[in-house]
Each structure stands twice: as C-alpha cells, then as structure tokens.
C-alpha cells in the first residue's frame, strides 16, 4: 500500500468498455481517509467515466470497487449513496426557484425519509432550519439564506451545492470540476471552500485547474487513455515527463502544469 493511513475508497483492476471502446482501462486507486485526492487527466482520459462507476450510475464491465471494506460493486446508486458516497453537483438537489435556505433543508430531509413529502407540512422544514442555518454558514451562504437561488451568483449557486451536499452526510464526497466556468474571485472562493469543508472529510475532486489542484490536493492521479500514467504529490507527478508530454501535451496547458508547481 504504501502508506500506514486508512484507504476509504479503492478500486482493482476498474475496466468500462462501450462497444469495443475501452473507457477506463484497469484502473487500481487508493484514496486515503481524510485525504483530498485529485483525479487529472485531459479530455477523453476517463475522468467522468471513473466517477460514473464509482457512483453506479453505470456498472463496470469488469473489476472491483471497494468502500470502507465492503464491496459495492453491484450496488444501487441510491444504496451508494446511503452508504456516504455523495456526488456533488449530480445528486444534490438544488432548486432555482426556491430559497436558499429551503434548499438545504430539502436536503436535509432526504435523510429522513420524508424528500418525496416536504410539501406537507412547514412543520417538517421548519425542525431542520438550525441545522441548514449552520450549514449554510458553513460555506459562508448564511446573509443569503431568504434569496431564491435562481439570484445568487454562479460561484455562490456552487457553494450551495456544496452546502446540500454536505446535508447528505458524505464520508467521501466526489467534486466533478468544482471550479469550472468560475472567475478567479469564485475559483479562490470556491478552493479555500472545499479545503474548509474537507477537515473530517474525505474529498476525491476532479479538477481542470491546476493551481486549485497544486493548493489542496494531497495526492495526484493521472488517467490517460482510461489507464493511471502517474500518482502521487503533486510536486512530483507534475515533473513526470510522461505526464507533461501525454496529459498536458507540450503547449499552453504543459506550462500551466509547470507554472503551478
């Protein structure tokens, strides 16, 4: 293993094949509790594939997916789920059209059981309002709490995903390009969220940027092709020849790679 910490996730041997492609090609990944553990690679490499897996929104064609010991691999995406593996920004509800705060006691409540009947009674959401208010703090969404969503800046509509998320009670949360499409006022923002938020956590992050992944990422992954080209710090894997030249190529995107070691 290599290392005396806890491995929450691991996967042996991961393979996904559409048709003859091979998405994702043996894939064996540790992710150590406690740990924020960057997946990179460019466009094509396996990244979503990856997290599809792990999240059973598709079944592998072969290999298997560990989870604090027990196998899931043939598990049901909602059994995943359950279990306290939370896919930010695919399974957390998040309504334009409804406050901010009753966005995360809707999300609250699907914990409970009761998600499918919170129009009943305001009695229901009104026992999770404290709970949504420290949540909400949290992520530093609190002076926003009666804005409908549909009004709150994009960067802020990704901290309250990241606040539902964390209403689901994650043990390992999985971040599908936190930072996309943001400025660097909300990529600063949203960075130092995720790294806040991780302290008891286990984070696993699919990221583009490469200084949002130099700055909090404990542990680098490298996918090319479906398969790992390299692991490890991000200091050391961002000199690895085969990763300048098969994941970041010899352009703009290979001194970015530099640039943020």
């Known amino acids: 293993m290599g290392s005396s910490k806890e491995i929450i ?13 091979t998405a994702l090609d043996a894939v064996n990944l540790q992710v150590e509790r406690g740990s924020i553990h960057a997946l990179i690679g460019p466009n094509g490499a396996g990244k979503t594939t990856c997290f599809n897996l792990l999240t059973q929104f598709i079944k592998p064609t072969s290999g298997t997916i560990i ?27 998040v309504f334009p059209e409804f406050t901010v705060l009753d966005n995360v006691r809707i999300a609250l409540l699907r914990m409970t059981g009761y998600e499918f009947h ?5 009695r229901l959401l009104d026992q999770h309002t ?6 909400l703090d949290q992520v530093g969404l609190a002076e926003f709490a009666d804005e409908l969503t549909v009004n709150l800046p994009y960067g802020r509509k990704r901290a ?7 209403a689901m009670d994650p043990k390992l949360m999985l971040l ?6 943001m400025g660097h006022e909300d990529v600063d923002r949203i960075t130092q969220l995720i790294k806040k938020v ?8 699919v990221e583009h940027n490469m200084n949002v992944v130099a700055s909090i990422a404990h542990k680098i992954t490298v996918l090319a092709r479906g ?9 050391e894997v961002s000199k690895n020849p085969a990763v300048m030249e098969a994941y970041m190529g010899t352009g703009q995107e290979a001194q970015e790679l530099g640039a943020a070691s």
């Open 227 to 235: 398969a790992v080209l390299a692991e490890g710090p991000y200091a």
């Open 67 to 93: 989870f604090e010991g027990r196998d899931i691999t043939r598990n049901k995406p909602q059994e995943v789920a359950r279990l306290g593996v939370i896919r930010s920004f695919q399974i957390s509800a």
């Open 118 to 122: 919170f129009w009943r009674s305001d």
């Open 198 to 205: 991780s302290v008891g956590r286990t984070v696993l992050m």
């Open 9 to 21: 996730l691991e996967t042996h041997e991961l393979t996904k094949v559409f048709l003859g492609f």
């Open 160 to 166: 309250l995903e990241i606040a539902t998320t964390l």
């Open 130 to 135: 404290p709970e949504a208010m420290a949540l």
């Open 176 to 181: 599908d390009e936190p930072t996309q499409g």
